[in-house]
């Protein structure tokens, strides 16, 4: 059974970084058929995915996330997401989530969600 567990500030200032990490147990971030991705929920909205890293490192985002990075440590099984310069309209439930499938272009599914952890933005 994997799991993922979010980790991270709930309460990020204007202007600065938002970063999040999400500790995957039960399986490798390395394994061959899987990426692992995040996404979130604003108050209010639907879900929108920003990016993933795929079991070899590589990193593709969604057009709409400029100012999103997603790195990993592979010693600790986690992936990280950075949000730089954040402004209200980035407070959500942020979510990381393992994909299954090929590689980038053949991902299918997302079949294990984190619970979730509320990033709220406010001075």
């Known amino acids: 059974q994997v799991q993922l567990q979010e980790s991270g500030p709930g309460l990020v200032k204007p202007s600065q970084t938002l970063s999040l990490t999400c500790t995957v147990a039960?399986?490798?971030?390395?394994?061959?058929?899987?990426?692992w991705s995040w996404i979130r929920q604003p108050p209010g909205k639907g879900l929108e995915w920003m990016g993933v890293?795929?079991?070899?490192?590589?990193t593709y985002y969604s057009p709409s996330q400029s100012r999103t990075s997603i790195s990993r440590d592979t010693s600790k099984n986690q992936f990280s997401l950075q949000v730089r310069s954040v402004t209200p309209e980035d407070t959500a439930v942020y979510y990381c989530?393992?994909?299954?499938?090929?590689?980038?272009?053949?991902?299918?599914?997302?079949?294990?969600w984190g619970k979730g952890t509320q990033v709220t933005v406010s001075s």
């Open positions: 989530a393992r994909l299954e499938g090929a590689g980038w272009g053949s991902y299918y599914a997302m079949d294990y």
């Open positions: 039960g399986g490798s971030i390395t394994t061959n058929y899987y990426g």
């Open positions: 890293i795929t079991n070899d490192g590589s």
